[in-house]
């Protein structure tokens, strides 16, 4: 286990300080709720930062008005207490301000249950929110002045994992015929889409530049998702136990209404292996990354053609040279006309 402490949460702990220097200086006498508002307002965008202080702040309003109006009623009630949840949820629900819930809950349940009885509710009510609007704007400036997020070297940071870690596991998986541990790449396209989806969301995408970007790696990631399901079907077809390759067959034959009752045979799961074989050597070229040539075909035994753990061009130095494409670097930008030896199709993970 590695500890680290990321810029994220040095950004956090300013902010808390400045939000207690400020509550010290105006005297508040609840600072707690500002830290509050701060921590959760401190997210890993100025966007996302804004959209959680606005959610805040639509919570609070909501909590703190029938706070207000309940604990003028009866404070610490229970029973008034479970009414009034009742109704905060029932008018963020009504309002569509579904994330906007559990905050308006928490400062409502906070009015009705810490009011002291020399306070006054509605006054009470009031310095919640204040305190609450205090701890978002300084935790959204705090966010845009200090070391505000890099969101386009880790968007390329995050593509440039996905190539190399891709291109390794191609490249594994095509040359052992299977036996590879795939799953692990799936979590690096998933951060890949979430650094693709947050640069969307702090950015004006409407800007060429931004916009040619965003583009080519959501380009890229379809490239990328459309491997990693072939060299899935690729696992599922190599898998040692038999049940994996029988509910394989059956979910390739499978009709609408009926699944089919027989697996595939030994020389339709060696023609399928070649598709999805095919299909990924078709997409590494489509992104520029080197294709390995040294290829595995372990069905190929048991339907006849050549024997188990060998390639198609081995033990054949003129048939390897013949059949060597072209080496392209990792580096080479996406093209998406260049020559593909398939019909590209999308199939999800």
């Known amino acids: 286990m590695r500890f680290s402490i990321g810029m994220r949460t040095v950004k956090t702990a300013l902010a808390v300080l400045i939000c207690l220097l400020i509550s010290k200086l105006l005297n508040l006498e609840y600072p707690f709720y500002a830290a509050i508002a701060t921590i959760i307002a401190m997210e890993s965008s100025i966007t996302s930062s804004y959209a959680a202080g606005k959610n ?84 959204v400036l705090v966010n845009y002045f200090v070391a505000p997020p890099k969101h386009d070297r880790n968007l390329e940071k995050a593509r440039l994992k996905v190539r190399r870690h891709l291109n390794r596991l191609a490249h594994d998986l095509l040359r052992q015929g299977g036996a590879v541990h795939i799953s692990p790449l799936k979590k690096d396209l998933a951060a890949l889409q979430k650094a693709c989806d947050t640069y969307k969301e702090e950015f004006d995408i409407g800007q060429n530049k931004q916009h040619d970007l965003i583009e080519r790696i959501e380009q890229e990631l379809d490239v990328y998702r459309n491997t990693y399901s072939h060299m899935r079907m690729i696992r599922l077809l190599t898998d040692p136990d038999p049940e994996g390759v029988a509910s394989l067959g059956n979910s390739l034959l499978q009709t609408s209404n009926q699944k089919a009752e027989s697996t595939l045979s030994s020389e339709s799961q060696a023609i399928i292996y070649r598709y999805h074989v095919a299909c990924i050597l078709g997409e590494l070229q489509t992104l520029g990354l080197v294709i390995p040539t040294n290829i595995a075909y372990p069905l190929e035994r048991e339907s006849g053609h050549l024997p188990f753990g060998t390639s198609e061009t081995s033990g054949d130095p003129s048939k390897q040279e013949k059949s060597r494409p072209a080496e392209r670097t990792a580096g080479t930008p996406l093209n998406r006309t260049s020559a593909v030896p398939y019909r590209r199709q999308t199939v999800k993970s």
Not at 106 to 134: C, G, K, S, W
């Open 56 to 139: 805040r702040t639509m919570g609070t309003l909501v909590g703190a008005a029938f706070g207000g109006l309940f604990a003028f009623i009866g404070p610490h009630n229970a029973y008034l207490s479970a009414l009034g949840i009742i109704g905060v949820i029932a008018v963020c629900n009504m309002l569509k301000w579904n994330k906007s819930v559990s905050i308006a809950g928490i400062v409502f349940l906070a009015i009705m249950l810490n009011l002291q009885p020399h306070e006054a509710p509605f006054a009470y009510a009031v310095h919640r929110v204040l305190d609450t609007l205090l701890g978002i704007g300084v935790a």
